[in-house]
């Protein structure tokens, strides 16, 4: 119903952003991706997904079309709500949840505050053909370009750590444990950050 809003941004927070249109106020629960997104102006189109429920019609923005149809893909999943699908995308970006799915990494998903096993499995049985089909990812090539030492440098970006500082951090952590996995590296980061 409501494809996008544009108009005058009024108030920016991590969770959400309220965009005056014509005005009315409107108020759309973003994520921290979308919230990296969003430059420092007035001026400000978001795309939305309407959900309608009983007690409630919430509206979600996203940065990027992208975003908005990973989003949908991840709510038709059985047992991932909006707010769940939310926390996904403020966890890792679009691009490492479709390589996540495309490659199979339970551990990925489920390192998603709220994913469990059973959880990340179902995603990527429901979805990994979708996203295969939908971005054209060759199977190959997403295994060799999803490295442990990317996702962890994402992960501290998305807790906050400024990008530099925590590539340094983590690439002495990479040179002294080659095979750590990307919990031990956010781990040993977090204690040198």
């Known amino acids: 119903m409501i494809t996008h809003i544009q108009g005058k941004l009024v108030e ?21 991706h979308t919230y990296s997104q969003i430059p420092d102006q007035e001026a400000l189109k978001l795309y939305t997904h309407l959900q309608v429920r009983e007690d409630a019609h919430t509206l979600y923005g996203f940065a990027s079309k992208a975003e908005r149809e990973l989003f949908r893909l991840l ?5 991932i709500g909006a707010n769940t699908a939310r926390t996904m995308l403020s966890s890792l970006t679009p691009k490492q949840i479709r390589e996540g ?31 295969l089909k939908i971005y054209d990812i060759d199977e190959v090539s997403v295994k060799e370009s999803n490295t442990n030492k990317e996702e962890a440098l994402s ?30 590296i956010i781990k040993l980061a977090l204690k040198n950050l």
């Open 75 to 79: 709510i038709s999943v059985s047992g």
């Open 101 to 131: 799915i495309a490659t199979e990494d339970v551990a990925l998903i489920q390192s998603i505050k709220g994913i469990g096993a059973k959880t990340a499995q179902r995603v990527i049985i429901d979805l990994k053909d979708k996203i």
């Open 155 to 184: 992960a501290l970006e998305v807790l906050g750590f400024a990008k530099k500082q925590a590539e340094k951090v983590i690439d002495k952590i990479v040179a002294a444990q080659p095979d750590a996995n990307v919990e031990t």
């Open 12 to 32: 920016k927070n991590p969770t959400d952003v309220i965009i005056d249109c014509n005005g009315v106020g409107y108020i759309l629960n973003i994520s921290l």
